[in-house]
């Protein structure tokens, strides 16, 4: 039984160990290297797939410099205003969500940028405790090898913005017919109205609520002031 036992520990171990050298290094990597899918991508065209569905895939990765910094700054004061200060997690709004969910019993909210980043580039979508542990875990990862800039653009290019739309340039030519870089402050205000839910919501012929959201983005965005990365 003894030996048993220290088998398995010794099998967990190793997969511990493997785990930590295999999330750190492609951490590394990803610094520099576009990612070309995620998870959630390949998910979601399984799910269409199930159902019988054509898969209906838009995505283009596209360098920083050409986004347009409206964009860039609508997702940060849509989603994380505190991103620029934090180091990946915002201890008040988890505070808050945390009171949240033990009235309303549900996991929801509280997710910084780099969080959101964690868990479309690197898990699954659904929700638990222990998939918020990893993303915990890996946000840390980012936040110590990526600078702001790299999380931002790396979050740009791999956030879906549409059904079956990921990314900044497939929502730009999607939505608007245009390329990423020349969004306009409500063009970038509305792509990020429609972040809590884009497969529901819609940056054009918007609902009520939408539009509404799509004002409020605007406003902070002239509150905001100028994004300065080191």
Do not use: C
């Amino acid at each position: 039984m003894k030996r048993i036992l220290q088998k398995i520990k010794k099998i967990i171990f190793k997969f511990i160990v493997v785990f930590f050298v295999i999330s750190i290094f492609s951490t590394i990597v990803f610094r520099w290297v576009p990612i070309p899918f995620t998870p959630l991508m390949i998910l979601r065209n399984i799910e269409q797939w199930s159902v019988g569905k054509s898969a209906t895939f838009e995505h283009k990765w596209v360098s920083m410099d050409k986004i347009s910094p409206n964009l860039v700054k609508a997702v940060i004061v849509s989603e994380d205003q505190k991103f620029m200060e934090h180091f990946g997690f915002d201890m008040e709004a988890m505070e808050k969500a945390y009171e949240g969910n033990k009235k309303g019993k549900k996991i929801k909210g509280g997710s910084t940028i780099t969080q959101q980043t964690a868990k479309n580039v690197f898990l699954w979508p659904q929700r638990s405790y222990v998939r918020k542990a990893f993303e915990v875990y890996f946000s840390f990862l980012i936040e110590v090898f990526w600078s702001k800039e790299r999380i931002l653009e790396v979050y740009l290019n791999s956030i879906e913005m549409g059904n079956g739309v990921y990314g900044a340039e497939a929502a730009s030519q999607h939505w608007f017919r245009k390329p990423a870089v020349k969004l306009s402050t409500y063009e970038a205000a509305s792509i990020a109205a429609i972040l809590p839910n884009p497969r529901k919501y819609k940056a054009t012929r918007s609902s009520r609520y939408v539009e509404g959201r799509k004002s409020w983005i605007v406003r902070q965005m002239g509150y905001f002031g100028p994004l300065k990365f080191e």
